[in-house]
Nanobody, 124 residues
Framework: QVQLVEFGGGLVQSGGSLRLSCVAS????????MGWYRQSPGKERELVAR???????NYADSVKGRFTISRDNAESTVFLQMNSLKPEDTAVYYC??????????????????WGQGTQVTVSS
């Protein structure tokens, strides 16, 4: 079984900062990519930032220059440092991972997993 657990959401004033963490655990033999998505009421879930196993990153235009994604491969953890937060950043943030996993002797090179989500609220 594979699990993604997020930490670090909360309430912050406009202009403030938060750092999200997501830890992947379970029968994982490779992390292909990890990232963060967000969804606010009435909107579709959107990509915020993503980082590949090679370290390549991509960001939504709305967060470029304010958010930074990084990861600790040894700890199977991805971080999202969010600075200069705006009220429009308010959303549930979901960790996403493309993982190579194994179960009962079978290996899968690439499967997608989601965390349970963590609320980020930015007050004006």
């Amino acid at each position: 079984q594979v699990q993604l657990v997020e930490f670090g959401g909360g309430l912050v004033q406009s202009g403030g900062s938060l750092r999200l963490s997501c830890v992947a655990s379970g029968s994982i033999f490779r992390i292909n990519a990890m990232g963060w998505y967000r969804q606010s009421p009435g909107k579709e879930r959107e990509l915020v930032a993503r980082i590949t196993d090679g370290g390549s990153t991509n960001y939504a235009d709305s967060v470029k220059g304010r958010f930074t994604i990084s990861r600790d491969n040894a700890e199977s953890t991805v971080f999202l440092q969010m600075n200069s937060l705006k009220p429009e950043d308010t959303a549930v943030y979901y960790c996403n991972a493309d993982l190579g996993t194994y179960y009962s002797g079978s290996y899968s090179a690439s499967d997608e997993y989601w965390g349970q989500g963590t609320q980020v609220t930015v007050s004006s």
